[in-house]
């Protein structure tokens, strides 16, 4: 039984070498085989030249390092590195530490002994982030929930650990545009979460600022929802039927109650109004018109410049 760490790095210089060291103390006891994937997500570091380092004198240990030409961001990475694992099982993993290893074994542990499960996922028991923060990634879950055809378990995170079988479904998935968490839940499989504590960072800054968050919330509500689309429809029924009603009224103020209608101004503000919402609801379409657009070019999802593997040498 083998066991692949797949551990997405941009900019994280500073952590490889303690991450290798304290997964390695943590799973000095285990029984089963593991490898490490690292996957340099185009990193303006010395990220590369810290896990060429450590590929080369780590000889006793099986490590595979996958460097991408370019940053491809985080999803990619998590696709590149399942592509290239061969264990039995595979887990998700930061190098920052914030995600501990310890956890993996407790992972390891609930698939072992309850095959019922094929995927442990962990979450945040206890949030270290602000009130704002926190409330909108409740509220993104609530609504993605709401609008999405696959329900997406609150404050989940991508750190988990997967049978092969999960790992070969998620390599099937293709699509350019990814959404992990979305995808994990499409495609099924029995998943147990559990708490996990998160860690102080061992270096570096976080690499999620709130505008790059609100992106990837509407990423993954358009990647697993086409409810946005049909927005236009409901917006304009509604406009149409208060255009009706507000003219039943223009007419029987004017006829029964002899009231001047100001124009102008009425006029100024309808079209300014229904013209911001058609820009809106074009808006919304031309993102998923820009998506299939470059899904159809079938451009790869990532491309590797350099792949350092053992059984290649």
């Not at 692949?4 to 029984?31: G, H, M, R, W």
């Not at 002994?113 to 009130?131: F, I, L, M, T």
Request: hydrophobic share 40%; aromatic share 14%; charged share 25%.
């Amino acid at each position: 039984m083998k066991l692949s760490l797949v551990v997405p790095c941009y900019n994280e210089q500073d952590n490889i070498e303690l991450f290798y060291e304290e997964t390695v103390k943590a799973f000095k006891d285990v029984s089963f085989d593991y490898e490490f994937i690292f996957v340099n997500d185009g990193s303006r570091d010395n990220t590369l030249k810290k896990l060429k380092k450590l590929y080369n004198e780590k000889t006793e240990s099986d490590i595979t390092v996958v460097s991408f030409s370019r940053n491809f961001g985080k999803e990619s990475a998590i696709y590149a590195g399942i592509k290239n694992c061969d264990g039995d099982y595979v887990s998700l993993i930061d190098a920052d530490l914030q995600q501990r290893p310890e956890v993996v074994l407790e992972m390891m542990s609930i698939l072992q002994n309850e095959p019922e499960y094929d995927c442990v996922a962990a979450y945040q028991g206890k949030r270290r982030e602000s009130s704002v923060m926190t409330g909108f990634k409740s509220g993104f879950y609530k609504l993605i929930n709401r609008l999405s055809e696959v329900e997406l378990h609150a404050d989940a995170s991508d750190f988990r650990t997967f049978t092969r079988g999960v790992a070969n479904a998620i390599i099937e998935m293709g699509e350019y545009h990814r959404f992990s968490k979305g995808i994990f839940s499409w495609i099924g499989f029995n998943t147990k979460y559990i708490p996990y504590e998160v860690q102080e960072r061992n270096a570096g800054e976080t690499k999620w600022s709130f505008s790059k968050l609100v992106r990837y919330a509407f990423e993954g509500i358009s990647a697993f929802s086409t409810k946005p689309l049909k927005l236009a429809t409901y917006i304009g029924i509604t406009a149409s039927f208060a255009a009706i009603v507000y003219l039943i009224v223009v007419i029987i103020q004017r006829l029964f109650f002899n009231v001047a209608v100001s124009g102008y101004a009425t006029i100024v503000a309808l079209i300014l109004l229904l013209g911001g919402i058609q820009l809106f609801c074009i808006g919304i379409i031309g993102s998923y018109l820009a998506k299939t657009y470059i899904q159809s070019k079938n451009r790869p999802i990532y491309i590797a410049k350099e792949i350092l593997k053992r059984d290649e040498d």
